[in-house]
């Protein structure tokens, strides 16, 4: 049976990390909805102005959308084997589809929830700066880039995403409070939920993530 493996856990616990390495290890596609809404942002449409719009304010984007993105990427003949969701579902309603979906693709539910403090949490956010051509993603703090500014791998240049403000962050971390912390519970109550310790290198937390699929 084909697994869809469900990361969760406040912005900046590491998902999109861990997400890349599982989907490198395990071979499958890592889908992250952020990604998918950053790129329909950039374009001039209103649905992409839209979009702009709220992940600027770090708001959620409406579960609507988010159904139509999500179904449509998971029918798409690369995730027959399974996938790894990076920032989906945030929402009970997201939730209640995935299932759905799941259910149709015949593909079980894994959740992997990563927990980090929330200074953690915070300076991993503020210092976080991704690159604009390849998207290498480096942290002031943790993990500096050799020139400032600059990516180590191709000299193009570092930009912070416009929801890692300080605004922006307190918003997102208090609505991952609200309406993302709840699907931990309802994870945990069928069994399968599978929560992580943040802390630590990338390659630390990876090895505790590898561990559950090995037991
Ligand atoms: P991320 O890159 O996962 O931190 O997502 C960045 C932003 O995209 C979020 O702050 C939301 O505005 C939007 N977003 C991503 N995934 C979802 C989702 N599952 N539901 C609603 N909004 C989302």
Redo the contacts with the bound molecule.
């Keep these: 049976m084909a697994d869809i493996i469900v990361l969760m856990g406040p ?1 900046g616990a590491g ?2 990390t861990q997400a890349q390495m599982l989907a490198e290890r395990f071979g499958l596609p890592q889908i ?4 998918i ?2 790129e329909m942002a950039q374009g001039s449409t209103p649905l992409g102005l839209h ?1 702009r719009e ?2 600027a ?7 609507e ?2 159904a139509e993105i ?1 179904k449509s990427r998971l029918s798409r003949g690369d995730c027959e084997r399974g996938c790894i969701l ?6 009970l309603p ?1 939730a209640w589809l995935l299932e759905s979906s799941a259910e149709s693709l015949g593909h079980r539910i894994t959740v992997i929830n990563i927990e980090a403090p929330r200074e953690t949490l915070i300076k991993r956010l503020s210092g976080r700066r991704t690159c604009s051509a390849c998207g290498a993603i480096y942290n002031i703090y943790f993990k500096p880039s050799k020139k400032e500014g600059v990516c180590d791998l191709d000299g193009q240049p570092l930009f912070t ?1 416009s ?1 890692d403000n300080e605004e ?1 962050i307190a918003q ?1 971390l208090a ?1 991952y409070d609200e309406k993302t912390r709840p699907l931990v519970d309802y994870y945990a109550q069928s069994g399968r939920l599978h929560s992580v310790d943040g802390a630590g290198t990338p390659e630390e937390v990876f090895r505790r993530i590898t561990a559950i699929f090995e037991s």
């Design positions: 912005q998902k999109g992250a909805t952020g990604d809404l950053r979009v709220v992940q304010a770090g708001q959620l984007v409406s579960d959308i988010l999500v990076d920032g989906f579902p945030r929402t997201q995403r929801d922006a997102r609505l």
